[in-house]
């Protein structure tokens, strides 16, 4: 060997050597990474791009799965709704600036709703944001998100990502959950440190939902009331369905023998089929009454805030709540016995308080039992029409048998009189299988709420749109054909808002604003993404093509013909749409 091949050799051994004896080293991409994988998150719903693509591909590479929507506000309802179903937060990545503004009201309707979300976005650096020098989608997000959710933080260097998720996960899901906003400026992303290093600094939250116990004296208040009721009442809330104490409760309603009213996302926690369901009894019970126990129910706008003629005479009943908020209490009528817990804990103490049952009077029972009988059998030869064009009740009237047939399978629906509808019509055996548009009753929830149904639970998902809320996410079709996911979304298709017989006033070539393209055939749109497509006119046609839909797993849209003239303006809630007592408009 010449001299100079060995001294070449020599400085490749050497420099080999050196190599092999420097520090191993991580970065901000794989910190976050590992952060969130400590902690058992392993699906990110994300709309790629600046800053964060190489953090997306990264996380795919290192096995967590990564769902990418066309719109952010969906894919930050996606994260919101795993977080109902899991209780572990569900999260969110997008873009700085715009792409953080789109996911905001997703995250704004998390918190509202109680669901644990986290969004992370990308944002521009903070010496140019804070003297407003006009960097590349320059926005002060954290200042932005701090007023809309739970709580907000921002991480500026590596070695603090650790414990900047670990805050986030506990914020989101500890006492009331909600969502929280985490600001990661691009430059954090490539900070490097020793690889040991960063591995010491990541944490994995221990013990973030505590059991809250109420007091002795607070639990035996609550059970004086019960046992002194004449006409008791428990009506659980989508928090009852959050608390998975789906046991504990099914005992406590059996062991008292107290009829039951579930709110619409807390359907299926029991049978609606259940004995004790006073579902189909709603207006009697609410009236009548004496003694109420809300379990993870607010007496928001959704229960005419505890007031007026649905809840009978004035001061005529007494209100047990349990919740974990304390301010909670009080907040529209007097609550007679706050229980201030969580609901697993709080029902536990509950059911062993109340010793051998409760049996309620026997003429109490006997008459929510009656007027549910009266109800079904009123309603039962609507459900049963097969007219086409179709209404509202025979429609649904097939997709209730659909969901019989399958108790296990997700029903994700949104819309006005759809929706209306549906809560009452189809029932519901197991609980969280339910999402529909909750507390603010926000429409565009569905294709983001579906995608995570599937992804979250491996379920079959039957999505049920009306066509105008339908339209608020309907691009996602494409992402649902893409992961090949088992969702069969089903419009109801009246060719518009409510209805689709408004008329131009002015008689004008411009449509009213409340009506769509007339006829217009969705099912083609899943068709161009390689989806299945189907249009049906009547019941019959519904039910074989969701049954077939349902069985195959395939991504598929079905079309369905609803008379236009069929619904009602603003559905059930039309007493909230203000009108003009000048001018009566056309309808």
Request: aromatic share 6%.
């Amino acid at each position: 060997m010449s001299t100079a091949a060995a001294t070449i050799t020599k400085n490749q051994a050497t420099e080999a050597s050196v190599v092999e004896d420097a520090p191993a080293l991580t970065d901000g991409f794989q910190l976050v990474i590992d952060a969130l994988k400590l902690n058992d998150i392993n699906n990110l719903y994300v709309v790629p791009g600046i800053p964060i693509s190489d953090l997306l591909r990264m996380a795919q590479a290192e096995g967590m799965r990564v769902v990418s929507f066309r719109h952010e506000q969906n894919a930050g309802n996606a994260a919101a709704i795993a977080g109902f179903m899991t209780k572990k937060p569900g999260v969110c990545m997008t873009v700085s600036a715009p792409g953080f503004l789109n996911g905001l009201t997703a995250l704004a309707n998390a918190t509202t709703n109680c669901f644990p979300m986290i969004l992370i976005s990308g944002s521009s650096e903070r010496e140019i944001v804070d003297l407003q020098q006009g960097d590349y989608e320059e926005m002060d997000q954290l200042a932005i998100a701090k007023p809309l959710c739970k709580a907000a933080f921002r991480i500026l260097h590596a070695q603090d990502i650790g414990i900047g998720v670990a805050r986030a996960i506990r914020a989101a899901v500890s006492g009331r959950p909600g969502g929280v906003y985490l600001d990661l400026p691009a430059k954090l992303f490539s900070q490097v440190m020793d690889a040991a290093e960063g591995a010491k600094s990541l944490v994995k939250v221990v013990d973030p939902t505590p059991a809250q116990y109420p007091s002795a004296d607070a639990v035996n208040r609550a059970l004086d009331l019960l046992k002194g009721a004449k006409r008791p009442l428990v009506i659980f809330g989508k928090g009852a369905a959050y608390a998975q104490a789906d046991e504990t409760i099914r005992s406590f309603v059996e062991k008292s023998g107290i009829p039951f009213l579930q709110m619409s996302m807390a359907k299926g926690l029991l049978p609606d089929t259940h004995p004790q369901s006073a579902g189909a009894a709603r207006s009697l019970v609410l009236q009548e009454a004496d003694v109420v126990m809300l379990v993870g129910a607010r007496l928001n706008w959704l229960l005419s805030h505890g007031k007026g003629k649905t809840w009978g005479k004035p001061g005529s009943k007494k209100f047990i709540q349990v919740d974990i908020e304390p301010r909670e209490m009080d907040s529209n009528v007097e609550i007679h016995a706050p229980l201030v817990g969580d609901i697993a804990s709080v029902m536990e103490v509950l059911l062993k308080g109340i010793d051998g049952g409760l049996t309620p009077p026997a003429d109490w029972m006997a008459t929510v039992a009656a007027k549910r009988e009266q109800n079904v059998a009123k309603m039962a030869p609507k459900l049963m029409s097969n007219a086409s064009p179709m209404n509202f009740h025979g429609a649904l009237g097939a997709l209730r048998r659909v969901i019989k047939e399958r108790p296990d399978a997700m029903l994700v629906n949104e819309g006005a009189n759809t929706l209306d509808l549906a809560r009452g019509i189809i029932d519901m055996y197991e609980p969280r299988k339910r999402l529909d548009v909750g507390t603010w009753g926000v429409m565009g929830v569905g294709m983001g709420y579906a995608v995570a149904a599937a992804v979250e639970s491996g379920k079959p998902v039957l999505a049920v749109e009306g066509d105008s809320a339908f339209g608020f996410s309907g691009m996602e079709v494409e992402t649902i054909c893409r992961y090949n996911l088992p969702v069969c979304i089903v419009i109801f298709n009246n060719n518009g808002i409510y209805r689709g017989t408004d008329v131009n006033p002015t008689g004008g070539n411009d449509p009213s604003p409340m009506v769509f393209v007339p006829g217009s055939r969705y099912d083609k749109m899943m068709e161009a993404f390689g989806g299945v497509g189907v249009h049906v006119t009547n019941p019959d046609e519904l039910y074989r093509a969701v049954s077939e839909a349902m069985d195959s797993g395939r991504p598929t849209l079905i079309n369905a013909v609803i008379d236009p003239a069929a619904g009602t303006e603003s559905g059930n809630i039309g007493s909230l749409n203000p009108t003009s007592s000048v001018r009566k408009m056309p309808s």
